[in-house]
């Protein structure tokens, strides 16, 4: 609601001061963003009786603190259903929702205000209150809701348990955790800024530049996917390779745009981007916007004076640097490794069956796309076949009706004949 109220703000500053082009941009960027937050809200809710409540609750804006609110009220983790009909659990949602936020509105928005700001500079106009308030609002506000999505994660004591290599690097103490939360809305508000910046220098050479620079940069990490044999996205996709693909490709690309502005730790997991190429995007991040500056002046001619310019790009690298630098200083030290690891995310998927004797993580891998684990896809059917009859007898706490629905048909069928 905060960063709402500010584009509110800005949208009419625009309008009165002539800028009804941006205005209109800012206002299309909050349309989009509340659209595909709909386009969530009916995946998960198209079966429910709830559905019409649930999309009023997106147009109202308050989307967000409602889902925070229905996780943190849920005993039995992050993995909860609201209702059996529902398509996904709720933290999953709640995360879905928020990326959402950050990729459709905060950062177009940020890069807007940042490119209308760099017009005023050039013009030798002073540089509107409004706009710099909104643009520190919108990047606190981002910094904030990764640090969420990053500390949920990591703190939950579900995924600690089924992932100790990967979870527990937030200290558990009290102090501890507030400087690293902090830590993390830092970083994140700080790249967010670096990289809005670099990105209205690059539009102000021409907005083909930043749209080739962005086709670039997301062609060389499929590029990396596709050498890797990791294209496919950890999430159940129904329907042929194709469309995996095309979905797997489309998810990966709304998180790239997360990634580059705002360094969500989260994503360094194998999952997601891996460590090596977190810390290789976020060399990026720090270089791209000294090249473009270099480029800017060199179409503006020597007479420009882009010293100002400069000082506050090498003063949000340093800052950025030095955040991330405490950040490693104040995390576990035993999970350090997790942002220089190159697992990928097919490694990842069968390490939960093949490097556990937990049939509670084990199952963990029916959670995956099937094609991530189809080369142990038999000792998965044999490991089902020879301990179902125990876990009907036994109902261990993950034996749920989620759990029988994720078995595959073909399993299901074996099961039930045997």
């Not at 996904?88 to 509105?105: G, P």
């Not at 600690?160 to 809305?185: C, D, H, Q, T, W």
Request: aromatic content about 12%.
């Amino acid at each position: 609601m905060t960063t709402l109220g500010s584009d509110v703000v800005v949208i009419v500053e625009y309008s009165l001061t002539g800028r009804a082009k941006d205005a209109m941009a800012l206002i299309a960027m909050i349309l989009i963003s509340l659209v595909l937050q709909m386009l969530i809200v009916w995946l998960k809710n198209r079966k429910s009786k709830n559905l019409l409540k649930e999309l009023a609750i997106v147009l109202s804006g308050v989307k967000p603190g409602v889902d925070a609110h229905r996780v943190a009220s849920q005993q039995d983790g992050l993995y909860e259903k609201s209702e059996e009909t529902d398509a996904f659990d709720t933290h999953t949602e709640l995360v879905c929702i928020k990326v959402i936020e950050v990729a459709a509105e905060a950062i177009p928005g940020s890069i807007l205000q940042t490119y209308v700001m760099l017009n005023s500079y050039e013009e030798g106009k002073s540089i509107s209150a409004t706009l710099m308030a909104s643009l520190l609002i919108s990047a606190l506000t981002s910094g904030f809701t990764t640090a969420v999505i990053t500390y949920d994660y990591d703190v939950s004591p579900i995924r600690r348990k089924l992932e100790p290599a990967m979870y527990g690097y937030i200290p558990s103490g009290k102090i501890s955790r507030s400087l690293i939360f902090l830590n993390m809305v830092l970083n994140g508000a700080v790249l967010l800024l670096l990289r809005s910046a670099g990105a209205a220098i690059l539009i102000s050479l021409g907005s083909e530049y930043l749209l080739g620079f962005f086709a670039c940069d997301f062609a060389l990490l499929i590029f990396i996917k596709v050498l890797a044999r990791d294209l496919t996205y950890w999430i159940p996709i129904e329907g042929g390779l194709v469309w995996s693909v095309f979905t797997s490709s489309l998810i990966r690309l709304v998180m790239k745009l997360v990634l580059d502005f705002t360094g969500l730790i989260q994503w360094r997991m194998p999952f997601d981007f891996g460590g090596f190429y977190y810390n290789f995007n976020s060399v990026v991040a720090i270089v791209v916007p000294f090249v473009a500056l270099e480029a800017y002046v060199d179409a503006k001619g020597e007479e420009f004076d882009a010293s100002a310019m400069r000082s506050v790009i090498t003063a949000l690298s340093c800052t950025w640097l030095a955040l991330f630098g405490t950040f490693l200083l104040l995390m576990q030290p035993g999970y350090k490794h997790t942002f220089f690891n190159t697992k990928t995310g097919r490694k990842h998927a069968q390490e939960y069956f093949t490097d556990s004797d937990d049939d509670g993580r084990k199952n963990q891998i029916l959670t995956v796309n099937a094609r991530l684990w189809a080369p142990i896809r038999d000792d998965v059917r044999n490991w089902t076949l020879e301990n179902w009859a125990r876990w009907e007898e036994e109902k261990p706490e993950w034996f749920t009706g989620d759990f029988v629905d994720k078995v595959a048909p073909d399993q299901s069928a074996e099961v039930q004949t045997k």
